[in-house]
């Protein structure tokens, strides 16, 4: 492989989460920093975020918007992360996905794993947490330490455990 920083080459989105590490204040920091830091156009920062820890009201409010089955593993996360952003253009959507990668290189650099959903009650949500108008919720990050994989149903074990695949370089340029 190119020389790749390992915080990329060995990042990779588990659903087997340790049902029993905690996310330090510390760390929870440090992420929230890590996408704070992230480039936006004009600077305009258009990404927020509301992190519940396992058990919280937001935490509970967060895996309760997400389907059964996404649910049934996610309810193991140390914390869930709901990243949503203030524009109505495409480019709030695409800062904001660098704030989220830029969290989820940082928690790689901690030790931590993210798996992030794009299917959830998006309405449902934004009631529930009460939302300002304008806030688009997007993504939300299922973030702790690895658990193990023998623990899940066994349609997801598969899939957990086989080995990651990339597309070449090659069929991802355009010609």
Not at 10 to 15: A, D, K, L, T
Request: a negative charge.
């Amino acid at each position: 492989m190119t020389d790749l920083t390992p915080l990329l080459a060995f990042r990779w989105s588990p659903r087997a989460f340790d049902p029993d590490a905690d996310l330090t204040g510390d760390e929870a920091t440090s992420l929230l920093e890590a996408a704070r830091w992230a480039p936006s156009t004009g600077n305009t920062q258009p990404w927020r975020f509301a992190l519940g820890h396992r058990q919280d009201e937001t935490w509970k409010r967060i895996l309760v918007s997400l389907p059964d089955a996404d649910q049934g593993w996610a309810r193991h996360a140390s914390a869930l992360v709901l990243g949503a952003h203030t524009g109505e253009t495409e480019r709030a959507a695409y800062d904001l996905g660098q704030a989220i990668a830029h969290l989820t290189v940082q928690a790689t650099a901690l030790g931590l794993h993210v798996r992030q959903l794009a299917r959830f009650d998006r309405a449902g949500l934004v009631a529930e947490l009460d939302l300002a108008p304008g806030i688009r919720p997007l993504v939300v990050a299922a973030v702790g330490r690895l658990g193990d994989p023998y623990a899940l149903p066994a349609d997801l074990l598969g899939r957990e455990t086989a080995l990651r695949h990339r597309q070449p370089l090659p069929a991802l340029l355009l010609r």
